[in-house]
């Protein structure tokens, strides 16, 4: 009698609980300048997935490189996120470099002007890398490529 209550329990835990794909890569967005200075620029943005899955696991950012205007700028690696049940959710993408390292046809002079030039202008964005989701033993990449455009803005 213990042996079929086990297996009763057993057959209702690995029928109960729906593993059937890997949560759904959706896109980036809201990516926004959160700051722009002359020593640093701070750019947010969300990666959007939905699980449609009773089972969560953990997403991790490993090796996920950002180019503005065809310059690398960063490489993001980040903490394992929970990956919520039956939900759609974001990750939070965050990247601050140095506006030199894309303006360095900017002159000698007054760094006001220097910033002003800088100010307003519009940045060719570029996400390119690896998500990793992971459930145990199981894992699966998600290849990022996406582009977008901002505009650098004084805060």
Known sequence: ????????????????CSFTEKPEFINIENVRVQS???????????????NLNDIGGNLELKNLEVFAN?????????KKFNVPIKDKFSIPIKV??????IFDDQKKGLLS??????????VVLDYKGVITYSLGDFSYD??????????????
């Not at 009698?1 to 057993?10: D, G, N, S, V």
């Not at 002007?113 to 519009?122: C, G, Y």
């Not at 290849?143 to 805060?155: A, E, G, Q």
Request: net charge positive; hydrophobic share 45%; aromatic share 12%.
């Open 142 to 155: 998600y290849n990022i490529n996406y582009s977008d455009k901002v505009v650098l803005k004084k805060r």
């Open 70 to 78: 065809n310059v690398k700028v960063s490489t993001i690696n980040s």
């Open 96 to 101: 601050s470099f140095s506006p030199k390292q």
């Open 1 to 16: 009698m213990r042996k079929i209550c086990y297996l009763l329990f057993l057959s209702f835990i690995t029928f109960s």
């Open 36 to 50: 722009a200075n002359l020593s640093k620029i701070v750019i947010n943005a969300d990666a959007v997935f939905e």
């Open 113 to 122: 002007n220097i910033f002003n030039s800088i100010a307003n202008k519009e």
